[in-house]
């Protein structure tokens, strides 16, 4: 590893840094609130150059979101509360003691042991008022957030005997969804539809599935049909909005087929 070229690139964006915010009009401005939303969307930039294998783009975007790290840094140290180095060296810190089977005598010998060694250690070290499930944070997308809750409930012990236990929770739920549904009461529906979705989530989680991934992978497929519709559409001469919900279908259906011959390599 050649750790010179890396700390001297580590350099020049720290001084690149303190140029902008002398001289640059927008820089000076900026404030941790201000920043708060454009750091927001750099990571999901990166989650979407993540999904798509981009690797140039995975560069790039982890290059924009390191510049969010130096800037809120700079900001820090402009406050007298923190710099780079604190930053860096706390996270440093933070590894090591979260390693102790790398570091220390503990033993963990799988992937398990080690995200429970890691909750448990971290509940230790912060002292949480709001117990296990106090360090998800607030902010995080509901689902990303509903996933984050099962696994630190799971590292305390409290989960599923068998992973296919979840199937139960799962038609439950699904069950009290169309009885409140039925019922015609609003309020009670979404409480369900989001208990629902948090089962689901959970059997995700138990499967060893992503949900958002997966999510995302469907929306990509309903996008990928859905274009197929509209060109077929245009072809015949018609617009889409004036197809019957028969035409709508029988293009759907058309779309899907196309779909499995380009997955299968038929058609060519």
Known sequence: MNYDNKLKAAERLLEVMDTLRAKCPWDREQTFESLRNNTIEETYELVDAIADHNMEGIREELGDLLLHVVFYSKLGEEAGAFDFADVANAECDKLIYRHPHVYSDIHADTSDEVLKNWEALKLRKKNRKGGILGGVPRSLPAMVKAFRIGEKA???????????????????????????????????????????????????????????????????????????????????????????????????????????????????
């Open 154 to 268: 799971s590292s305390a012990g409290f989960d599923w005997g068998r992973k296919e236990d979840i199937w139960d929770k799962v038609k439950e739920e699904t069950a009290e969804v169309e009885a409140e549904m039925r019922r015609g009461d609003n309020d009670r529906t979404a409480e369900e539809v989001g208990d629902l979705f948090f089962s689901l989530v959970n059997m995700c989680r138990l499967y060893g599935i992503d949900p958002e991934l997966a999510l995302e992978r469907a929306n990509k497929k309903f996008i990928t049909r859905f274009s197929h519709m509209e060109t077929e559409a245009e072809r015949d001469g018609g617009l889409f909005t004036d197809l019957t919900p028969e035409q709508m279908e029988e293009l759907w259906q058309k779309a899907k087929q196309a779909e499995t011959e380009q997955a299968t390599g038929e058609g060519k």
